[in-house]
Structure formats: C-alpha cells, structure tokens
C-alpha cells in the first residue's frame, strides 16, 4: 500500500481508543461537549414535560385525599421523590433499558459505554447520574464552582468525559458515521484534454481510493491538514502518472480530474465488454427443442 492511502484515515474517527476484551481496537469517536451539550438539552425538555406531567398526575390524586391528610412534611418528601425520579431515574432507566441511550443521546446519535467497549452497567448508570446531579447538572453542591470544574475537566480530556464518566468508568460515543460521503468534484474544463492523454497504468488500486475518500470527505477537513494532505497524495500520484499538468492549480484539482478521469475509462471498458459479450452470445446457435432427439436417432 502506498505511503499516502496508509496515511490517509477519516478525520477524527476511532479517537475514543476503546479496546474490546479480544484485545481489538474499535473504530468509535468520542462524543465532545457540543454534541453531548445538545443531547443534555433535549433531555432536560423531556425532564420538565415528564415533570410537568407527573405534577398534574400528583395533584389529581392529591385532591381525591381527605381534606387535612397532607401536611408540609409529605409535601416536601413527594417533592424529593419527583426530583429524585427526574434527575436520577430518568437517565438511569433509559441508559439500562435503552441500550446507553436517553432520548437526546438517541436523538444526537450518541451512547453510553463502559471505558472497555462493554454495556454500561446498572451500577455505572447511577454513578453517572449522581454524581451529575451533586456536581454537575443541576450541580446541588456549589453550583457556580462545580459548573466551572465540570466543564474544565470535559475540555480537558482527550476523550470528552465529565465527572460522572470518569467516577463510573464510562465514555459517551458516537453511533454515526463522523461524514457523509460526497460526490467527487468534476474534472476543470483547463484539465479536461490533459486527462484523456494520462497514463494510468501505474496507478494501483490503494492510492485510488486513498485519493476517492479524500475527494469525498475534505469538506470536513480544515486547514492546513485538508492542503497538507492534498499535496502528499498528489506527490504519489504524479510520481505514476504523465504527463504533468499543463496550467498551475491547487492539487485538489489534479487528484479530482485523475480520479474522474480513470472512472471514465473503467466505464468505456466496461461498456465496451458488454457489447462483445452481447455479441458473442446472440451469435451461438439456439437448440430447437427436438435437436437431442435427432441426434440420439
């Protein structure tokens, strides 16, 4: 394989390191603040309409008591329990019912895992959930200053966990894809006759599609690893291909008029192989039902 399709890999992707227990490194990226500050988002509107829900429910059942039953006392202790099944049932339910998932992680696309790849855990779970509560979201315990502990320490790790995840050993990734894959730019109409006349027989397979994936995903890219990048593929591909271009122009447009190019041809054969196969077939003779019979008489 050549230098540049090992070089080649998708931005940002297997960065979670997670190891399964067959000792194989899986391909997950980790979850940052801004997807996982979405996700808590969308979890906390379905807090307050469960809430809001859970409130009208109360106080139904509530009004069907005897007049003097509820004091102050059971007021607070429904009170504790609502919020104790909003902020720590809620995540901790879903994540054990829902495969590590609460809603707005589901919605996000992300996951709650053990550091090792496996199921979050029951145990986990409530860890995350607690401690989130005490420290984190609502923070309970020194608001202002846990807020800014929290989020320093998810800013800090290389792998996007807050507190909760470092206290239970867990990790939040991402179930999608990190890109979607894009059409490849089209040949510039200065490159189009250089293309027809290029030599593409050394051009293996590997840095072709070194080349493809890097066309289909250098949106995602930024400067100056996107130029950078361009510039060691189009070093590999000159080096087995001719003649060189006729006008100055970013790289990104030789690696796309070579590529585009080299799927014109692999079309043109193609097409041209089914006509021969075509042909070669409605030439044979077609046996008549009673041609066995003649030849066994």
């Not at 006392?73 to 609502?82: I, K, N, P, Q, W």
């Not at 894959?181 to 397979?205: E, F, H, I, K, N």
Request: glycine residues 10%.
């Amino acid at each position: 394989m050549s230098t540049a399709a090992r070089a080649w890999t998708a931005p940002g992707w297997g960065d979670a390191r997670l190891v399964s227990g067959e000792a194989v490194e899986l391909d997950v990226r980790a979850a940052r603040i801004g997807s996982r500050t979405l996700a808590l988002l969308l979890d906390v509107l379905i807090q307050l309409l469960c809430g809001l829900l859970l409130l009208a429910l109360a106080g139904l059942l509530l009004a069907a008591l005897p007049y003097g039953l509820l004091d102050a006392a059971m007021e607070r202790a429904l009170l504790t329990v609502g919020l104790v099944l909003l902020l720590v049932g809620y995540p901790v339910l879903w994540e054990r019912l829902n495969d590590g998932r609460t809603p707005g992680k589901a919605a996000v696309g992300l996951r709650v895992v053990s550091v090792d790849g496996a199921p979050v855990g029951f145990r986990q779970s409530l860890t995350r959930a607690l401690v989130g509560v005490s420290v984190e979201w609502p923070g309970l315990v020194l608001p202002l200053l846990s807020w800014a502990v929290g989020l320093t320490v998810m800013l800090s790790d290389d792998r996007g966990r807050r507190l909760g995840d470092l206290a239970a050993g867990t990790l939040v990734v991402h179930t999608r894809p990190a890109t979607r894959w894009r059409a490849v730019p089209a040949t510039m109409p200065q490159l189009v006759g250089w293309a027809y006349t290029l030599d593409l027989s050394r051009l293996d397979a590997d840095l072709a599609l070194a080349v493809r994936q890097y066309l289909a995903r250098a949106h995602g890219l930024s400067e100056p690893a996107r130029g950078e990048l361009a510039r060691l593929l189009w070093r590999q591909v000159a080096a087995v291909t001719g003649p060189p271009p006729p006008v100055a122009l970013p790289e990104v447009h030789y690696l796309a008029a070579v590529i585009a190019e080299r799927h014109r041809r692999a079309r043109h054969l193609l097409a041209g192989e089914r006509v021969l196969t075509e042909a070669a077939w409605s030439g044979l003779p077609v046996a008549s039902a009673d041609e066995p019979s003649r030849r066994s008489g």
